[in-house]
C-alpha cells in the first residue's frame, strides 16, 4: 500500500497535495472507507468521540472524511469477524483510500490482525492508507509502553509494516507527556528508528521510499550527533 502516517490528519496544503499525489488523481474523484475501530480501545475516546469523526464533526477539525471525497463509507473492522469475507473484501478492494482514524494503536492492530484485513493489505497496490495518530502507529514495529492503554501486559508490538515508529502529537499544547524530552525518553525505550511529529507533519512511504512532509515540527530518532 501507498501509506501517509499522520499526526493530525491532512491538516495542511502541504500534506493535501502529498495525498492528492498518492492518489493519482482528484480527492473529488476518489471513494473513501473510514475506520474508526481504534478509538473503541482508547481510554479518552468514546461513543461521542466516534461519532463526531464518522459525521466529521470534530470543532475546528476538517482533515479526514471533510476533505471532499466523491463518497466516504464507514468500515467497522470489529464487525467483520461476523461477516463472509466475500460480502466486506470487495468493499475494501473498491476503496480509493482508507482513511484510520486515531485511538488505541495496539487495539486497532490487533482488529486489524482479527478482522483479516491485514492477509489483505499487501494486494492493495494502489490504496492509500491515511493513518492518524493510532492509525499510523498500528503499522509500526513498537509503539512504546507510554502509548498502551489497552492489554498493557501484554506487549507493545504492532503489525511492523513499516520499519520505524511513529512519537505523534510532539509538543502538542499542554499535554505534557508529548514533549520533546518525552520522545526522546520513549525513543531510547524503542530501540530502533523513529520519528518524532506534530500535528503538522506526516511520513509518506511509497515503493519502501520514506519521506517526511511538514509544515511543523519532527525529529527522526535516535538523533545524530
Given at each position: ?7 493530525g490528519?491532512?491538516?495542511?496544503v502541504?500534506?493535501r ?14 471513494t473513501?472507507l ?7 480501545g482508547h ?10 469523526s ?7 477539525r ?8 466523491k463518497?466516504v463509507g464507514l ?5 467483520l ?9 470487495p468493499?475494501?478492494r ?10 488505541e ?5 490487533h ?37 498502551l492503554?489497552?492489554?498493557p ?32 525518553e ?9 520519528y518524532a511529529?506534530d ?5 509518506a ?15 527522526a530518532l535516535?538523533?545524530?550527533?
Open positions: 500500500m501507498k501509506l501517509l502516517l499522520t499526526s490528519g491532512v491538516t495542511n502541504t500534506i497535495d502529498a495525498l492528492v499525489e498518492m492518489l493519482g488523481k482528484p480527492i473529488e474523484e476518489c473513501a473510514l475506520l474508526p475501530t481504534a478509538q473503541w481510554p479518552m475516546c468514546s461513543p461521542f468521540s466516534a461519532w463526531r464518522v459525521a466529521g464533526r470534530w470543532p475546528e476538517q482533515d479526514l472524511v471533510e476533505l471532499g471525497w463518497e468500515l467497522e473492522l470489529t464487525a469477524p461476523s461477516l463472509d469475507r466475500d460480502r466486506w473484501e468493499w475494501v473498491d476503496a480509493d483510500v482508507l482513511l484510520v482514524d486515531g485511538g494503536a495496539i487495539y486497532l492492530a482488529w486489524i490482525r482479527e478482522s483479516g484485513l491485514e492477509r489483505l493489505l499487501p494486494e492493495l497496490t494502489d490504496t492509500v492508507w491515511v493513518g492518524v495518530s493510532g492509525g499510523s502507529m498500528a503499522l509500526t514495529p513498537r509503539v512504546g509502553e507510554a502509548f492503554g489497552w492489554r501486559g501484554e506487549g507493545d508490538e504492532a503489525l511492523g509494516i513499516v520499519d520505524f515508529s511513529v512519537f505523534p502529537h510532539l509538543d502538542y499544547p499542554g499535554w505534557e507527556s508529548n514533549t520533546s524530552e518525552r520522545a526522546r520513549w525513543a531510547a525505550d524503542i530501540g530502533g528508528p523513529a511529529i500535528d503538522q507533519t506526516a511520513i512511504v511509497t515503493d519502501g521510499r520514506v519521506r517526511v512532509i511538514s509544515e511543523g515540527s519532527w525529529f535516535p538523533e545524530e550527533d
